[in-house]
């Protein structure tokens, strides 16, 4: 059994639904993306249970345990958990999150992506804070489950550097999902949003095509799960049962319907709010609406990739 589930996936990929539907496991608990908790201790942000974080009883109640363990009030100091990278545009923390955070955070994401790819162990001297940011973040998730009393925490934060870092701090506990889903689908999500093509493209093709040698490399093939994301929501049931066998949890039919149970997830997509568990079909819009133009481009930069995971 494992006690750490990890989703890696690029944005806009279903990755807080698919942390929801783990979460309502009876034994298993949902975090969203852990690593803002800084941030949204920070801007007291509204966590799903309804209150927001810093009146949550549950979220009180870890955040005591971590200052005590770490001898440094959370509350006052929530920056200095570390939990991994920040998303900067979204509810921004304009004190905290500037633009020189954003760009040590790329800084020391390109050293700990040469270090993870090419090994370079002179580069660990430079991020030693965020080799103990991943050792807070197991900190936090032993806090949480001795709080719910669960036996095992869902961490949807996506992002692969924190995926393998995790693994290789703990390979027996950690089991990583990688959720895929086709990058047409969300190329168009970031057109949708005014993105420029790069930036639509690059969100999701960069994160597969770094993830993937640096998963194959650091952990072993058994401890990751590949899931796309049209398969989830076309087959809920048959899906999860495959990610509870993989995770060595019994599969529960309640799981299905997220909102049956009161989740404490401070950071990830909205549908953490919704009332209705009835899981919307995949998207197709980008179908009808992307240009001849759009597809040409994207299939230029990335059609290679996206059939490899299945998509044509
Ligand atoms: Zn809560």
Redesign the pocket.
């Known amino acids: 059994m494992s006690k750490y589930i990890y989703i890696c996936s690029a944005n806009f990929s279903g990755s807080t639904l698919l942390d929801l539907l783990i979460g309502s496991h009876s034994r298993i608990e949902s975090l969203g993306e852990i690593s803002q908790l800084p941030k949204d201790l920070s801007l007291n942000a509204l ?5 927001q ?1 810093k009146s ?4 009180i109640k870890v955040i005591n345990i971590m200052s005590e363990k770490l001898g440094i009030d959370i509350n006052k100091n929530p920056y200095f958990l570390n939990l991994g990278n920040i998303r900067t545009r979204v509810n921004t923390d304009v004190n905290n999150n500037s633009t020189f955070y954003t760009f040590k955070r790329k800084l020391k994401s390109a050293f700990r992506y040469s270090e993870l790819s090419f090994g370079a162990p002179f580069l660990s001297s430079l991020i030693t804070d965020v080799h103990k940011g991943i050792k807070n973040n197991f900190l936090l998730y032993e806090a949480v489950i001795s709080v719910l009393g669960a036996d095992a925490i869902v961490d949807s934060s996506k992002d692969y550097l924190k995926a393998v870092d995790l693994y290789k701090n703990a390979p027996e506990k950690v089991r990583i999902i990688l959720l895929i889903r086709d990058g047409r689908a969300v190329f168009f999500s970031g057109l949708k949003r005014n993105f420029s093509y790069k930036k639509s493209l690059n969100s999701w093709k960069n994160l597969y095509t770094r993830a993937l040698p640096l998963i194959r490399k650091h952990v072993a093939p058994e401890h990751v799960l590949q899931i796309r994301y049209e398969d989830l929501v076309n087959d809920i049931h048959y899906e999860l049962a495959k990610i509870c066998e993989f995770v060595g949890f019994h599969f529960e039919k309640e799981m299905i319907d997220f909102t049956r149970k ?5 950071a990830g997509n909205d549908i953490r709010f919704c009332k209705s568990s009835a899981i919307r079909k995949p998207d197709m819009l980008w179908k009808e609406k992307m240009t001849k133009e759009d597809l040409k481009y994207f299939e230029k930069k990335a059609g290679t990739l996206n059939q490899a995971f299945g998509y044509h």
Not at 47 to 51: P, V
């Open positions: 966590c799903t249970c309804g209150k974080v949550c009883s549950v979220w009161t989740h404490h997830i401070t």
